[in-house]
Structures are given as structure tokens and as C-alpha cells.
């Protein structure tokens, strides 16, 4: 399986799915990494690795409809046959969805669907959890649909939440699961045994 991975920051998720196909976990290749920030330490990784880097932001483009063409160009190129956001801050736009449709995952750092959709990101979600007073956060794969967090769900772990923890300490907690449970989820894409029917997924 060819993956490409689309990142907005230091790419420590991209990062856990390289280790993972070091160490032979991960049947699979990351193909290409592309990120809207030209500082991200995604792209630093990536060139480090001899693995294309691409610079793409939808600023560089006349219209949305310009930035999917050249994007899916650039999949192209790379033979990408899945995209995986590691803690990519743009909406992917519709047209891809539609091109790679239930073959784009993400991971966010909540149990979803609580703590998710537009604005809830970063260390937001962590102070969310936290002011909400809930004993269990954690960590979702999801499959990318057209709106924010809403996809099927794909794989989750959670994590106590304790009375001294705060953002910063919660979300440190929250990270050791992502980087456990995205090459779990995407090895089972790998080997084709995740089942979708309708908004149910499946792990064979």
C-alpha cells in the first residue's frame, strides 16, 4: 500500500507509521509527504529520509478546484493508493474525498464523536476534555468523510483521564496512543481487513 501522509506540524505521527514500517508492522511505503506550512517538521523528516516533500497550500491556487487538481496530480505522480493525515489542519476538499473515498484516515486526539468537528484541534481538544471533568479521553482513526471528525470510525484507545492531569500532561498521554493505534488501524487497510458497511467499520 502506498501511502501518502499530509501533515501541518512536527509530524510525530508520520514519524510513528515510518517506525512502524521499519520494523515490519506496517506492510506498506510512505510514498509522499505534503503539507499547507512550508516549516513543518513533517516535510524536515521526509527529506531526511530520501521521501518526496511537497509544499501545497490552498493560497497558491486561484480556486479550491485548482489546489484538488494539482493535489491529486501530485498523488498521482506518486502512485499513492491512500492518504493519511497526521495532524493535517486543512479540510480536505470534497473532490478528493471523492477520488479516494473511504481511503483517507485521520487521527484525532479524542474519544470520537465527543470532542470533535471544526475548531476542535490541538491542544483545544485537550482543554475541552479537561474542562469537561470526563475520567476517559483517548484517541480515534476515522475514515474522512465531507465533514469535520464525522467518518466511521476505524480503530479508538483510551486513557484515564486523572484529577492532576491538564492539557499539556493529557495531551502527552494522548500522543503514546495515537502513535500506537494509527499503525495498528492502517495495517489492517494494508491487509485488507477492514470491512465498511454503510457508517460501520469493521477490523477482520
Request: hydrophobic share 45%.
Amino acid at each position: 500500500m502506498n501511502i501518502a501522509v499530509l501533515a501541518s506540524g512536527g509530524g510525530s505521527n508520520f514519524q510513528a507509521l515510518l517506525n512502524a514500517i521499519r520494523e515490519g508492522v506496517l506492510p506498506a511505503r510512505i510514498c509522499a509527504v505534503v503539507s499547507n506550512n512550508s516549516a513543518a517538521g513533517a516535510l524536515d523528516i521526509a527529506r531526511s529520509q530520501n521521501i518526496p516533500g511537497h509544499h501545497l497550500s490552498q493560497k497558491q491556487f486561484p480556486s479550491v478546484d485548482a489546489y484538488s487538481e494539482h493535489l491529486i496530480s501530485v498523488l498521482g505522480d506518486h502512485r499513492a493508493d491512500f492518504i493519511a493525515l497526521a495532524g493535517y489542519m486543512k479540510k480536505i476538499p470534497g473532490t478528493i474525498i471523492a477520488r479516494y473515498r473511504n481511503r483517507i484516515t485521520n487521527i484525532h486526539p479524542a474519544l470520537l464523536p465527543s470532542f470533535g468537528g471544526p475548531g476542535m484541534y490541538g491542544m483545544r481538544v485537550h482543554e475541552a476534555v479537561i474542562a469537561s471533568g470526563v475520567k476517559l479521553s483517548g484517541a480515534t482513526v476515522h475514515l474522512v468523510d465531507e465533514e469535520y471528525d464525522r467518518g466511521p470510525i476505524v480503530l479508538q484507545k483510551a486513557v484515564e483521564v486523572t484529577p492532576d492531569d491538564d492539557p499539556e500532561s493529557l495531551a502527552r498521554k494522548v500522543l503514546k496512543i495515537e502513535h500506537e493505534i494509527y499503525p495498528q488501524a492502517l495495517k489492517a487497510f494494508a491487509e485488507d481487513r477492514v470491512l465498511l458497511k454503510g457508517t460501520k467499520v469493521w477490523i477482520r
